[in-house]
């Protein structure tokens, strides 16, 4: 059983709010993740950490920043909603070690932007 | 590159009805690692089951069952007896061996009717 929590698991804002979406494991992972999930279904990585002050870009641009200042926890903002960032967003951690570690998942924030 | 295939976008079956949800990989690595992922209605990611590229064996666990073939680069999941619990979206994923990052397919939205 993981232990990785999200919050908020809901979150409807207006344009121009700055937000942090939080994400906290208690594992002890080294690696943190970060993942956009359109309606479409499809996961995009946009953000990932392989250990505290180690902070990389993922596959999708994003204009959210992460931080990773102690193990376990990986905040995500994004300075200045706008609507185009409505989606939800999946926060997952995996040990270090063999990269093929598995990734665990949190219950994810689903976010609305007016 | 790598990329990991669901051709299933939806699948609807009557509950006891066998099911089985296809994942066709493309990878260049040869030694490597493939995932499938539940996810139910709530939102969270689930894990299910962590295949290496050099065991073939297939797997059986309760209902599920995977079965890994290299030779046509597909690891697939079979439901025996679905249930509704059993409605989610299914995702399948590869392992990328730049520092752990996995690969998704598009997920397989499977619907159990009672």
């Known amino acids: 059983e993981a232990d990785i929590y999200q919050t908020p698991r809901y979150l409807v804002i207006g344009t121009g709010k700055k937000i942090t979406l939080e994400c906290s494991q208690t594992?002890?992972?080294?690696?943190m993740y970060w993942y956009q999930q359109d309606p479409g279904m499809e996961l995009h990585l946009i953000h990932y950490s392989y250990g505290v002050n180690s902070t990389e870009k993922g596959d999708l641009s994003s204009e959210s920043t992460v931080s990773r200042i102690r193990t376990e926890h990986f905040p995500l903002t994004l300075e200045s909603a706008r609507p185009s960032h409505t989606s939800q967003y999946l926060c997952?951690?995996?040990?270090?070690?063999?990269?093929?570690?598995?990734?665990?998942f949190g219950p994810g924030t689903r976010l609305t932007v007016l | 590159a790598q990329k990991v295939t669901q051709a299933q976008t939806e699948i609807s079956v009557v509950e006891k009805e066998d099911v089985t949800l296809d994942c066709v990989y493309e990878?260049?690595?040869?030694?490597?690692?493939l995932f499938w992922y539940k996810q139910p209605p709530s939102g969270e990611l689930v894990f299910l089951i962590r295949?290496?590229?050099?065991?073939?064996q297939n797997e059986i666990s309760g209902r599920y069952s995977w079965n890994f073939q290299k030779s046509t680069s597909s690891f697939n999941f079979t439901i025996t007896a679905s249930q509704v619990v059993d409605s989610a979206v299914y995702f399948c994923?590869?392992?990328?061996?730049?520092?752990?990052?996995?690969?998704f397919g598009q997920g397989t939205e499977l619907s159990v009717k009672p």
């Open positions: 295949r290496n590229s050099f065991d073939e």
């Open positions: 990878t260049r690595d040869t030694t490597y690692y």
């Open positions: 594992m002890g992972h080294d690696k």
């Open positions: 997952a951690s995996s040990a270090q070690g063999w990269n093929a570690d598995t990734q665990y």
């Open positions: 994923a590869l392992n990328d061996n730049q520092g752990g990052k996995l690969i």
